[in-house]
């Protein structure tokens, strides 16, 4: 099984101010690469794909990179709306997928 | 646009069996290469991938949970179904279910159900 960690578990950052959030996975997965939006009592929303390709109405300040083993999602200029839960999901084990743990982005 | 919503029981007790409904607009689960998948989320906890169908009756099943799990559809109603049996407390979790696309770029989930809260007790 393929095992993604997220890093930080919670991450504090004030309005304005950029993030960076880390996905490793344990073994290569290429850019077979997904990153997830989730606030409490939503759907999680799709942000990036293909590790670096932004989903349909994704604003320009989601950015995603990285390929094998260790991926960045950067969020810049936070917006109060940017504070929820990223989870990154690798699919290049098809079907056998996996998610990281996420990370929560906080107001600081 | 294509929407997808869960429902089915909020509290099921030990042993008996799941049964959740995935019901979507905005795509055929005839069109080659839609596909539905079934994630769950226990509280506290990572996302778990459960189940995949796809539009040729392609089903994919996670192999830890493969003996109880079955996925079905109905493409007359836009539903999928997810069954679960004999659960346990520890199958307590936000159930959700998702669209993928087989020939997109991955098999990522471009859209989700909001997902439904089952917590299972006596």
């Known amino acids: 099984e393929i095992v993604m960690t997220q890093s930080p578990a919670t991450l504090s950052v004030s309005p304005g101010e950029g993030a960076t959030l880390s996905c490793r996975a344990n073994?290569?997965?290429?850019?077979?690469l997904a990153w997830y939006q989730h606030k409490p009592g939503q759907a999680p929303r799709l942000l990036i794909f293909g590790a670096s390709t932004r989903a349909t109405g994704i604003p320009a300040r989601f950015s995603g990179s990285g390929s094998g083993t260790e991926f960045t999602l950067t969020v810049s200029r936070l917006q109060s709306e940017d504070f929820a839960v990223y989870y990154c999901h690798q699919y290049k084990s098809w079907p056998l997928i996996t998610f990281g743990q996420g990370t929560r982005l906080e107001i600081k | 646009q294509i929407t997808l919503r869960e429902s089915g029981p909020t509290v099921v007790k030990p042993t008996q069996t799941l049964t959740l409904t995935c019901t979507f607009s905005?795509?055929?689960?005839?069109?080659?290469?839609?596909?539905v998948g079934w994630i769950r989320q226990p509280p506290g906890k990572a996302l778990e991938w459960l189940t995949f169908i796809y539009w040729d009756d392609d089903l994919r099943y996670s192999p830890s949970l493969r003996s109880r799990i079955t996925i079905t559809k109905d493409t007359s109603k836009n539903q999928v179904v997810l069954e679960m049996t004999n659960m346990d407390p520890v199958d307590t979790a936000t159930y959700y279910c998702?669209?993928?696309?087989?020939?997109?770029?991955?098999?990522?989930?471009?859209?989700w159900g909001q997902g439904a809260l089952v917590t299972v007790s006596s």
């Open positions: 998702a669209h993928t696309n087989y020939y997109g770029s991955g098999h990522h989930f471009d859209y």
């Open positions: 905005g795509f055929s689960l005839t069109t080659r290469g839609m596909g």
């Open positions: 073994q290569s997965v290429s850019n077979n």
